[in-house]
């Protein structure tokens, strides 16, 4: 069974740049959270679709937006890049109730230069 | 708001020792889950063991066991013959069953993390 993959594992971009990230899920999941993950502010939720649904968003600045498709795929936008917004940024997929476990990806390292 | 403590930012333990990670929460809610999360290098959140907060029982699995007190909002992780591949950054997490049930998400609040050494 396949894990939670993200992609690209790495990216280099300029400020004020846009970028996107994507993540596929197991198969089978159809919740879909990301989170942003910093030395100085840890791991903070962004938002969580479910079967193409915004669920949930975190204090984040509207320049942060997902989407997710009907095969359950999300993509992460960020526009105007800032340098603060260099992070590692995690995908994590499951079933979508309280008690199943998250499965993650192994993340999207951003550098905004 | 939910809110995670963890209050040791680096633990060591000698190779085949025991070790105990702490980590406090704070919340008005009385139906939630817990989770220890490990990340090793690799960066991979890899789920360690879950508490269901109705469940008087601590949680096992394996070498992991935990110590859940829940009227002092305490969840520590118990790590028993800990081993060189245990090394990692452990955080834990909190997730609200009311959030999931009025349709807000299953989103994990997380602690700050402990980055567990071990040492031959």
């Known amino acids: 069974k396949a894990g939670v993959t993200q992609t690209p594992r790495y990216l280099i971009k300029t400020r004020g740049q846009q970028v996107t990230l994507s993540c596929s899920p197991i198969?089978?999941?159809?919740?879909v959270s990301w989170y942003q993950q910093t030395p100085g502010q840890g791991l903070q939720f962004l938002f969580e679709?479910?079967?193409?649904?915004?669920?949930n968003k975190g204090n984040f600045p509207g320049r942060f937006s997902g989407r997710q498709f009907s095969n359950s795929r999300s993509e992460m936008n960020v526009s105007t890049l800032e340098l603060g917004d260099s992070a590692l940024y995690l995908c994590a997929s499951s079933w979508g109730t309280a008690n199943t476990e998250a499965f993650f990806g192994q993340g999207t390292r951003l550098t905004v230069v | 708001a939910q809110t995670v403590t963890q209050s040791q930012p680096e633990m060591s333990v000698q190779e085949a020792e025991t070790v105990t990670l702490s980590c406090t929460y704070d919340t008005s809610e009385s139906d939630y889950y817990l989770f220890w999360y490990k990340q090793p290098p690799s960066r991979q959140m890899i789920l360690v063991i879950r508490?269901?907060?109705?469940?008087?029982q601590n949680a096992t699995e394996n070498r992991f066991s935990v110590n859940f007190q829940k009227a002092a909002k305490s969840f520590s992780l118990k790590i028993s013959d800990s081993q060189l591949g245990d090394a990692a950054m452990y955080f834990c997490a909190y997730r609200s069953v009311r959030e999931v049930l009025t349709g807000g998400g299953n989103k994990l609040t997380f602690g700050t993390g402990t980055q567990l050494k071990v040492e031959l």
């Open positions: 679709y479910f079967s193409e649904t915004q669920r």
């Open positions: 198969s089978g999941h159809r919740s």
């Open positions: 508490q269901e907060a109705y469940k008087q």
